[in-house]
């Protein structure tokens, strides 16, 4: 089978940069952030052995949520400085490993991986690959199909602990499918996405709604049911523009304008002697036995097997 891991990278950035404690290479660069991403990276591939690898960023600018609704994520400040001059080394890292960076104007990383995941599962041909996200962001819970789509979700700051979200663990977790994910934020809303939600409805009135029936559109076809007391129905028909808008917010785009390309992100496709070098200038020595096989590598080992 083959297996596709997309891995957001502003998510394992912020949790490499908050995980590690200040760190200078013998210049004196800081690179706590881009050591602890790389680790964490070097950690996935050797635990999750994919075959094909990407990573999605997030781009400067206004995405087509804040063109939407101005206030979407407006309630977060600046990055840390001391994290934005890593931004750069980190994407050297992966681009020495010449694993594929996707980013583009007007959508979010999320956009980026919902595209490239469905791209990746959506064509008959591709019925054998499994596609598994990386990133600390229960937003991509939506995303899950099946055990063909899976969520990896490092855990204490660490890639090393996770759980893994497939269709059951969703199920066994919140009552309902993946893509009610997207219903139960348009109705409690988001506070670290500043999405508004419903006035007055938080998580346990939102779930307990899309458990009686099913989506955001069913509880508005349901409005006058004897399932919703007075006060939630008020509620409701008082925020449902809000709700829908809500809606759109949280969910994540599937048709980004971009590619995935197989060749660009076979895992073995790299020059080990230069991610070497640069491993070493940035002082990374603990880290130069981590990294994995490349394609020359792999042909010996499949001679000699």
Not at 19 to 48: C, H, Q, R, W
Not at 237 to 255: C, F, G
Request: glycine fraction near 6%.
């Amino acid at each position: 089978m083959r297996k596709l891991i997309l891995i957001d990278g502003n998510s394992l950035l912020h949790r490499a940069y908050h995980a590690f404690p200040p760190l200078n290479t013998a210049k004196g660069e800081l690179i706590n952030a881009v050591y602890g991403f790389s680790s964490m990276l070097l950690t996935i591939l050797d635990k999750l052995s994919p075959t094909h690898v990407a990573v999605a960023w997030d781009v400067k600018g206004p995405t087509f949520r804040k063109m939407e609704y101005v206030e979407y994520k407006a309630n977060r400040g600046p990055m840390d400085e001391e994290l934005a001059t890593q931004i750069e080394r980190t994407r050297e890292v992966v681009s020495v490993l010449n694993i594929p960076q996707f980013g583009i104007d007007g959508y979010e990383g999320d956009d980026v991986i919902g595209t490239l995941a469905r791209q990746a599962t959506d064509e008959k041909k591709e019925k054998d690959t499994q596609v598994v996200i990386v990133t600390a962001d229960r937003d991509a819970l939506q995303l899950i199909k099946g055990k063909q789509i899976v969520v990896y979700l490092p855990l204490q700051n660490r890639a090393s602990q996770a759980v893994v979200f497939d269709e059951d663990k969703v199920i066994e977790t919140y009552g309902f499918k993946p893509k009610c994910i997207v219903d139960l934020k348009s109705l409690m809303g988001d506070s670290s996405d500043n999405i508004p939600g419903v006035k007055g409805i938080g998580k346990v009135t939102a779930t307990k709604l899309i458990m009686n029936f099913g989506s955001l559109e069913g509880v508005y076809k349901n409005i006058d049911s004897d399932k919703i007391s007075k006060k939630i129905r008020e509620m409701l028909i008082a925020d449902k523009d809000m709700a829908l808008q809500s809606y759109k917010l949280a969910e994540i785009n599937k048709e980004a304008p971009l590619k995935i390309n197989w060749e660009d992100c076979l895992l073995t496709n790299y020059d080990k002697n230069k991610a070497m070098e640069l491993f070493k200038e940035l002082n990374f020595n603990s880290l130069l036995s981590r990294l994995p096989k490349d394609f020359w590598e792999k042909e010996t080992e499949e001679i000699f097997l």
